[in-house]
């Protein structure tokens, strides 16, 4: 038997945590863990719990999502946490926040009850960066935005020990296909695909595809705008 997804809740709002728990629970998959109603709480049920996906809401008191999101991912003993930022927006520029800060990607609060489930369920396997669409939409459009010096363009020292592949493979993840996605484009058996961005993770030092999302934005490897 699949052991099921551990899940806890971060939201400040009673209501919202209470409609979420009985969704998640009404899954077979999955069992809720803990609710926290701040970001304090979440960080410390995530280690009294051993979730496996954190539900961040990013606006909340003591500590708001993404400071949350980036404490988790900076503890060495919750390296396996996942966190899907909850959103009111999908324009909202602390989703780049959280991204960069750690998040596996991010869902409108708007959404589907079926869809919280998948992404519940994409976000805690790591195969795929959720919402990649929107997601690639508003990193592209953060980083568009003017600011002191522009967007960052540099290519890091990393980005050179890429392969040709590769270079390929990230310009696709960043694009949002999933590793069958990637194979079909390039040839590949979904394995060979799913190995390339494993090494091009650890090359980069990144915690999963939202981080290679927002490095191939950042770099220049893919331009705002491009398809």
Do not use: W
Not at 21 to 38: K, R
Not at 95 to 122: H, M, N, Q, Y
Not at 198 to 204: E, N, T, V, W
């Amino acid at each position: 038997m699949t052991t099921p997804i551990r899940v806890l809740l971060a939201d400040d709002q009673t209501l919202v945590r209470a409609a979420f728990a009985m969704l998640v629970e009404s899954a077979p998959d999955m069992v809720v863990v803990g609710e926290a109603g701040t970001g304090k709480e979440a960080v410390e049920l995530a280690r009294t719990t051993r979730a496996d996906l954190v539900v961040m809401d990013v606006r909340m008191p003591d500590l708001d999502g993404i400071e949350a999101t980036r404490v988790l991912a900076a503890d060495e003993d919750l390296a396996g946490v996942k966190v899907l930022i909850l959103t009111t927006y999908d324009t909202d520029e602390h989703v780049v926040e959280a991204l960069r800060a750690g998040a596996s990607g991010f869902l409108v609060k708007d959404t589907r009850p079926a869809d919280l489930l998948d992404a519940i369920r994409v976000v805690a396997t790591g195969e795929a960066l959720l919402s990649p669409g929107p997601t690639a939409r508003l990193i592209a459009q953060v980083l568009r935005a003017p600011g002191p010096g522009g967007p960052a363009r540099a290519v890091p020292a990393r980005l050179a020990a890429l392969t040709p592949r590769e270079h390929q493979v990230l310009v696709l993840v960043a694009r949002g296909l999933n590793n069958a996605d990637i194979a079909e484009a390039l040839g590949l058996s979904p394995l060979t695909a799913k190995t390339h961005v494993s090494r091009i993770m650890g090359k980069l030092d990144a915690r999963d595809r939202a981080q290679l999302v927002i490095v191939a934005y950042e770099s220049g490897i893919v331009q705002p705008g491009t398809e």
